[in-house]
């Protein structure tokens, strides 16, 4: 693949930060002032970002295609220097992360043709814990991510996450987060609003000392929320 894929994009006519931003890319992508062509790993998704920048002539629209087909190109590049037991970690992570741990190891070890064993034993190895755990504590992250930036029932949020009984979901949420959905989603809207009282009206309170009014809002200190 040349680098003038896009019609010059990344050429010494262009402005110094745009110059400067490619040169990082092409250093990032194993060019160097003597090779200007290396082999392009192609993948359905950069044949449409391809295609995408040879149907506009926009420098900037062009210029973000290139750096997100550069990105695929170093993540390409970082993912061939991993053992087949890291590609594999990998891979796995990515199914749970894709389907917001909604996801049974059973089916992941089916997707990638891989037995459970091996899969459970990877992840002891790698993180502590099993995958069942590891995907547990993934669906328990998005719920609460859920449930502090929405507001959705937490029925709704439970059926989301992969529980069709809100009793059970709200049992498994306890049992990570030390409480209930219901309190978790009430502690974080005082936490959001006691930052925002502080940082408008107590210079103390700068981002170093967060922790501290995280402290204050959670022993549930009402005066302080109405000052």
Not at 136 to 154: K, V, W
Not at 167 to 192: A, D, G
Request: aromatic content about 10%.
């Amino acid at each position: 693949a040349s680098l003038h894929e896009f019609n010059g994009i990344g050429t010494p006519e262009e402005p110094g930060s745009t110059r400067i931003l490619f040169e990082q890319l092409v250093s990032e992508m194993g060019f160097s002032e003597s090779c200007y062509v290396r082999t392009m790993q192609k993948s359905p998704l950069i044949e449409i970002l391809i295609s995408a920048g040879t149907s506009s002539t926009e420098q900037e629209y062009r210029c973000g295609l290139f750096y997100a087909i550069a990105g695929l190109q170093i993540a390409e590049a970082e993912n061939a220097l991993l053992t087949a037991p890291q590609k594999h970690l990998k891979e796995a992570e990515q199914y749970i992360e894709a389907l917001s741990g909604v996801i049974t190891p059973k089916q992941i070890a089916q997707k990638m043709n891989l037995s459970r064993a091996y899969l459970r034993n990877l992840f002891s190895a790698n993180f502590g814990i099993s995958l069942q755990e590891y995907i547990l504590r993934y669906r328990m992250q998005c719920a609460a991510e859920l449930i502090a930036s929405t507001d959705l029932p937490i029925s709704e949020i439970a059926f989301r996450c992969g529980y069709s009984d809100p009793l059970m979901f709200s049992r498994m949420f306890r049992k990570y987060q030390q409480q209930s959905p219901t309190q978790y989603r009430l502690s974080t809207q005082n936490f959001i609003c006691a930052v925002d009282w502080a940082r408008k009206n107590d210079p103390r309170y700068s981002g170093e000392n967060i922790e501290v009014l995280r402290d204050r809002v959670m022993r549930d200190d009402r005066k302080f929320l109405k000052k």
